[in-house]
């Protein structure tokens, strides 16, 4: 274990002005100082650009790529991947927050992990709090999601710990994990281009190569989600398609590890159903162009679907997920659209209280 730089960082930049001198000196003020940070300007049309490359001419340590068009943050991370020379790589985004101990707690469980069993570690999975904050700058909510610490040195012991780790929303995330650049090379795992959700499938297949993960008890990185900015405010064409990505994906893996058991579709349904309305109430927004009968030709395509078929006889749930959950099961397109239409409804008129339940 004798690379130098031990870390790879990748941070894509995009109109990041406002945020870049934060997250570049959080990562330069870091109690493990033998890394490179790559940061790749993907045709930022700020000072996104100029602010990297004074931090650059500061810094030996931090090196900057221009792309020559905006690509998005899967070429972004693709292209910061093949010029990466550490053994280990982390994925940090420009306008999140991290604890200054994050990269040292992390690399020391790998160098535990190697001198106690002789082998390089696959993947070092650490928690995260995610801030959500109001267009005002406002903290609206905070969520901690902290994991056990875990061991695990077999693939078999990886694979069973998987449900959990996506049942806590921490499977997906790129920034969560320490990544063996020897692992991913091997794995081929690559971020495909989508509008979003390609992290998500990068981790897929990222760990069918995965034998060996240390999962971490503490929360040293920051996922700053802004209204303005979120996942849950844009509007995204193609969400429903990219989510069914996810989804077939997911079913897919754990078909192949041959662990669709009870729990794991239970898990799947719960995550597909929930998406399925999430992409319903998006069609009642202006800038889908959809009217009353596309919204209910749409939800009869979601019925005949092959996943629909696989899933919704795992549907269940208590309270108000519940009763969703059983209206779709059922086939309910008139019930299923006045759901949605009230989840948009709160959504554009109550952001607040959409944050704290979404």
Not at 327 to 348: G, P, V
Request: hydrophobic letters at 40%.
């Amino acid at each position: 274990m004798s690379t130098t730089p031990f870390v790879s960082i990748i941070m894509p930049v995009y109109k990041a002005e406002k945020f870049i001198e934060k997250s570049v000196g959080a990562v330069l003020e870091q109690t493990f100082g033998d890394f490179e940070l790559l940061i790749v300007n993907d045709f930022s049309p700020d000072r996104s650009a100029e602010i990297c490359e004074k931090i650059a001419a500061r810094d030996t340590r931090v090196k900057v790529i221009h792309l020559e068009k905006n690509c998005g943050a899967s070429i972004a991370r693709n292209e910061g991947m093949k010029a990466a020379q550490g053994e280990y790589i982390l994925f940090l985004d420009s306008d999140d927050e991290f604890d200054k101990d994050l990269i040292e707690k992390a690399v020391a469980a790998a160098k535990q992990y190697f001198v106690e069993n002789g082998r390089e570690l696959d993947v070092v999975v650490f928690g995260a709090i995610e801030e959500h904050y109001d267009k005002k700058g406002n903290l609206i909510n905070t969520v901690e999601v902290l994991p056990e610490r875990k061991t695990f040195k077999n693939a078999e012991e990886v694979r069973t710990y998987i449900p959990e780790l996506e049942r806590i929303n921490l499977y997906g995330y790129p920034w969560n994990k320490l990544y063996s650049a020897q692992t991913l090379k091997k794995s081929g795992a690559v971020f495909p281009i989508m509008k979003f959700n390609e992290d998500i499938i990068f981790n897929i297949d990222f760990f069918n190569s995965v034998e060996t993960c240390e999962v971490l008890d503490f929360m040293p990185y920051h996922y700053i989600k802004r209204v303005e900015s979120s996942t849950t405010s844009r509007f995204i064409a193609t969400y429903y398609n990219d989510i069914m990505v996810k989804i077939d994906r997911l079913y897919k893996q754990f078909e192949l590890w041959g662990m669709l058991n009870g729990e794991v579709l239970d898990l799947i349904s719960q995550r597909y159903f929930r998406y399925v309305f999430s992409a319903l109430q998006r069609n009642y927004d202006k800038r889908a162009g959809m009217n009353g009968k596309q919204r209910k030709e749409f939800l009869q395509q979601v019925f005949d679907s092959e996943l629909f078929a696989l899933l919704s006889p795992y549907m269940s749930g208590g309270g108000l997920s519940g009763i969703m959950a059983k209206k779709l099961k059922n086939k309910k397109n008139l019930s299923c659209r006045m759901i949605a239409k009230i989840i948009y409804l709160i959504k554009k008129f109550m952001p607040k209280l959409f944050g704290r339940v979404s």
